[in-house]
């Protein structure tokens, strides 16, 4: 355990932040995985509604540094290729 003020702060700022992203990153899964279903339900208008979304999550997940941005850019490769396919 810390004795230092200063490493005692550390530890709960870096628990609020670990939170947050927790947050972050659990909430742009959900909205993956709806629009991952929508893709295998075959429901057209429900995917092209959540694209946008779900890019927008992946964006700022990079912005926010949960993401890498290469990892962003696949992840909205294959969105993008998933919705096209169903074309």
Avoid: C, W
């Avoid at 702060?9 to 990153?25: E, F, H, P, S, Y």
């Avoid at 893709?39 to 700022?60: M, N, S, T």
Wanted: hydrophobic share 45%; charged share 25%.
């Amino acid at each position: 355990m810390a004795n230092i003020k200063s490493a005692k702060k550390r530890i709960l700022v870096n628990r609020t932040k670990a939170l947050r992203n927790q947050m972050q990153k659990s909430q742009l899964k959900t909205f993956m995985k709806k629009f991952n279903a929508a893709v295998a339900a075959g429901d057209k208008a429900a995917a092209q509604e959540l694209y946008p979304v779900v890019v927008k999550k992946i964006d700022q997940a990079v912005v926010r540094g949960i993401l890498h941005k290469n990892n962003a850019a696949h992840k909205k490769s294959a969105l993008t290729l998933k919705l096209n396919a169903m074309a």
